[in-house]
């Protein structure tokens, strides 16, 4: 299985948006994940160090949900 973050919660939901078409590219410290329809992309943390690292991923994952 692919690991997109050292964070399990993280690679959850990045799986879960690649499923739904989403395109990831990983760069050096952060990967990013483009829309399918290519309008916008969101960061991806591949080492987060933050413990509120996945709580902020979900937040920014569910406000670019809510502008589709």
Known sequence: MKRYSTSKDINVIVRQLIHQGWHFQR?????????????????????PSDHRAFLNFRQIV???????
């Not at 760069?27 to 080492?47: D, E, F, M």
């Open 27 to 47: 760069g050096r410290t952060h990967g990013k994940l483009y829309h399918p329809h290519g309008t916008k992309w969101l960061t991806v943390p591949t080492t």
């Open 62 to 68: 569910r406000r670019a949900s809510c502008l589709d």
